[in-house]
């Protein structure tokens, strides 16, 4: 998410979520941390959307939340899936629908929309002209020479508004680390066609829930080998009903089938479409790998993953490749098969862009810390003053003063935790207390204690969730904490919450001292 302000006036660009990782336990998604905008909500003008994945559009209902009429600009296929998740947060907005080529002014700004390829139809670029200086915000995108949609990156566009004068240019910084030009969405079909030639059962292909030009790949493989589709999912339904309504999924009709009539067919009449090729715990293909869900995987099924590899999730693709592979499956992955490819310009596309471009300042968006740095460098050989190329980390405030871009400040920006139903409310201090949970375990400590005689009145009583220790070992923390009353000023004994701490802390001091583990402990300490 990216906030621009002029003549006190505000442009959101983007709006996505970002999705957990293992050491965020119970945590759905992630929000952009809109603190900074809601005391200055009713100068928000509009929110573009470059297009409609996830990590783009996800935040939309909760900042919507906040203010319902912030208008909403996008392609079609972009405002047909945020109408989508709005609908389910009974919300209706105000969208403005525009296409490439199209300009649109919100406030003081004026848009100018380009048409660039990813991953998804529709993607737009923005240009973004102000008093200030002209902006280009790229979105996520690639040069794709091929795209199944021949819905090129319109460079011609881009070589205008460099005539014009950028002042300053957001690139898409995913894949600045890869030399050389993405290839091709069509270039992966002879490795799909193989998949579908040679399974002898049932294919199961997971993938986004909103990568149309992949699933249409998979259609157009499964009609030729003469097996039909079923739709797993309610994301992966909703999405494509809505792709396939707006023209953007062409689909042969008698294709796609309800799922359920599919187990009526034979196996190699069988394509199953659904969610989960980030190893998500809750979605359809790692209910499958884990048994709990209603499709069950057999000898013979292959599994095909064509999705990419996200930072911070190959712990868990791995352990579910694993699993899949334990219930028979053969599984065909990017790490086997050229069966995906990147929907973010590789390091060429990027240098050709900034030659075309000529901005006067770059700041590289959208990646992980690498990828911004390594965008940056790309810049800097292309001429870009060192200087004049800014790496802003979240919250970071930039000014673009007479055609010049610095660092003038920051604003808070931390993560927001939707939880259930919840947002906000789990902080980092409740993710610590849960993966002290995941990791180590509970440890109820009973005790009744003779605060005259400062002594336990009876035994220890113990009841442990996820703990593993010897019955010797508790009754020595027993005699451990017997020890410590005994030493315990009297001031300290008489006084509830006090007695309280000083059981814990004894138990905790000889469970990690004799076992090395160092569970949650809770201490209810009962008077004699």
């Given at each position: 998410?990216?906030?621009?302000?002029?003549?006190?006036?505000?442009?959101?660009?983007?709006?996505?979520?970002?999705?957990?990782?293992?050491?965020?336990?119970?945590?759905?998604?992630?929000?952009?941390?809109?603190?900074?905008?809601?005391?200055?909500?009713?100068?928000?003008?509009?929110?573009?959307?470059?297009?409609?994945?996830?990590?783009?559009?996800?935040?939309?209902?909760?900042?919507?939340?906040?203010?319902?009429?912030?208008?909403?600009?996008?392609?079609?296929?972009?405002?047909?899936?945020?109408?989508?998740?709005?609908?389910?947060?009974?919300?209706?907005?105000?969208?403005?629908?525009?296409?490439?080529?199209?300009?649109?002014?919100?406030?003081?700004?004026?848009?100018?929309f380009i048409a660039v390829n990813h991953s998804?139809?529709?993607?737009?670029?923005?240009?973004?002209?102000?008093?200030?200086?002209?902006?280009?915000?790229?979105?996520?995108?690639?040069?794709?020479?091929?795209?199944?949609?021949?819905?090129?990156?319109?460079?011609?566009?881009?070589?205008?508004?460099?005539?014009?004068?950028?002042?300053?240019?957001?690139?898409?910084?995913?894949?600045?680390?890869?030399?050389?030009?993405?290839?091709?969405?069509?270039?992966?079909?002879?490795?799909?066609?193989?998949?579908?030639?040679?399974?002898?059962?049932?294919?199961?292909?997971?993938?986004?829930?909103?990568?149309?030009?992949?699933?249409?790949?998979?259609?157009?493989?499964?009609?030729?080998h003469g097996r039909k589709v079923g739709f797993?999912?309610?994301?992966?339904?909703?999405?494509?009903?809505?792709?396939?309504?707006?023209?953007?999924?062409?689909?042969?009709?008698?294709?796609?089938?309800?799922?359920?009539?599919?187990?009526?067919?034979?196996?190699?009449?069988?394509?199953?479409?659904?969610?989960?090729?980030?190893?998500?715990?809750?979605?359809?293909?790692?209910?499958m790998a884990n048994g709990d869900h209603q499709?069950?995987?057999?000898?013979?099924?292959?599994?095909?993953?064509?999705?990419?590899?996200?930072?911070?999730?190959?712990?868990?693709?791995?352990?579910?490749?694993?699993?899949?592979?334990?219930?028979?499956?053969?599984?065909?992955?990017?790490?086997?098969?050229?069966?995906?490819?990147?929907?973010?310009?590789?390091?060429?596309?990027?240098?050709?862009?900034?030659?075309?471009?000529?901005?006067?300042?770059?700041?590289?968006?959208?990646?992980?810390?690498?990828?911004?740095?390594?965008?940056?460098?790309?810049?800097?050989?292309?001429?870009?003053?060192?200087?004049?190329?800014?790496?802003?980390?979240?919250?970071?405030?930039?000014?673009?003063?007479?055609?010049?871009?610095?660092?003038?400040?920051?604003?808070?920006?931390?993560?927001?935790?939707?939880?259930?139903?919840?947002?906000?409310?789990?902080?980092?201090?409740?993710?610590?207390?849960?993966?002290?949970?995941?990791?180590?375990?509970?440890?109820?400590?009973?005790?009744?204690?003779?605060?005259?005689?400062?002594?336990?009145?009876?035994?220890?009583?113990?009841?442990?969730?996820?703990?593993?220790?010897?019955?010797?070992?508790?009754?020595?923390?027993?005699?451990?904490?017997?020890?410590?009353?005994?030493?315990?000023?009297?001031?300290?004994?008489?006084?509830?919450?006090?007695?309280?701490?000083?059981?814990?802390?004894?138990?905790?001091?000889?469970?990690?001292?004799?076992?090395?583990?160092?569970?949650?402990?809770?201490?209810?300490?009962?008077?004699?």
């Amino acid at each position: 998410m990216t906030v621009f302000e002029h003549e006190g006036k505000l442009l959101v660009v983007d709006c996505g979520v970002l999705f957990p990782e293992d050491h965020q336990p119970g945590v759905d998604v992630i929000l952009p941390d809109f603190a900074s905008l809601r005391d200055r909500l009713g100068d928000v003008v509009g929110i573009v959307l470059t297009h409609g994945h996830e990590d783009h559009i996800g935040g939309v209902p909760y900042l919507l939340r906040e203010r319902r009429d912030i208008p909403v600009i996008g392609s079609r296929l972009t405002l047909a899936f945020v109408e989508a998740k709005l609908k389910e947060h009974r919300i209706t907005p105000t969208t403005v629908h525009v296409e490439a080529g199209d300009t649109h002014t919100a406030g003081p700004f004026g848009l100018e929309f380009i048409a660039v390829n990813h991953s998804i139809p529709d993607g737009l670029a923005v240009a973004i002209r102000t008093a200030a200086g002209l902006v280009l915000h790229t979105g996520d995108f690639k040069m794709d020479q091929f795209p199944l949609d021949d819905r090129i990156t319109d460079l011609r566009h881009f070589a205008r508004l460099g005539e014009e004068g950028v002042d300053l240019f957001l690139t898409d910084s995913t894949n600045a680390e890869v030399p050389g030009f993405t290839l091709s969405e069509q270039e992966l079909s002879p490795a799909i066609d193989q998949v579908f030639a040679t399974a002898p059962r049932r294919i199961i292909v997971s993938s986004f829930a909103s990568h149309v030009h992949r699933i249409q790949q998979i259609l157009d493989a499964a009609s030729t080998h003469g097996r039909k589709v079923g739709f797993v999912g309610r994301s992966m339904v909703r999405n494509m009903g809505i792709a396939r309504d707006l023209g953007y999924l062409n689909v042969p009709r008698g294709l796609v089938v309800d799922a359920q009539k599919l187990e009526s067919m034979p196996d190699d009449k069988v394509t199953l479409i659904c969610t989960g090729s980030q190893g998500e715990p809750m979605a359809a293909l790692a209910r499958m790998a884990n048994g709990d869900h209603q499709i069950r995987l057999a000898e013979g099924d292959t599994v095909l993953l064509a999705s990419s590899l996200i930072p911070g999730n190959e712990t868990a693709i791995y352990g579910l490749i694993n699993k899949l592979t334990d219930r028979g499956a053969r599984v065909v992955h990017k790490g086997n098969a050229k069966v995906h490819v990147s929907g973010h310009a590789s390091a060429g596309e990027l240098v050709y862009c900034y030659n075309i471009v000529r901005p006067r300042n770059v700041m590289p968006v959208h990646g992980e810390s690498k990828h911004l740095r390594a965008n940056a460098e790309l810049a800097i050989r292309t001429g870009v003053p060192a200087d004049r190329v800014v790496i802003a980390r979240d919250g970071v405030a930039v000014d673009l003063v007479d055609g010049e871009a610095t660092i003038a400040g920051a604003v808070q920006a931390d993560y927001v935790y939707v939880d259930g139903q919840t947002v906000g409310h789990a902080d980092e201090q409740t993710l610590d207390e849960r993966r002290a949970l995941r990791d180590n375990g509970v440890l109820t400590v009973v005790a009744i204690v003779d605060v005259p005689g400062a002594r336990l009145a009876e035994p220890l009583e113990f009841v442990g969730r996820g703990v593993a220790v010897s019955p010797e070992t508790l009754q020595g923390v027993t005699r451990d904490v017997e020890q410590a009353l005994g030493r315990a000023p009297r001031e300290e004994l008489e006084d509830v919450d006090r007695l309280d701490e000083l059981v814990r802390k004894a138990v905790d001091r000889s469970l990690r001292r004799k076992t090395r583990q160092g569970p949650v402990v809770i201490a209810v300490v009962v008077e004699a």
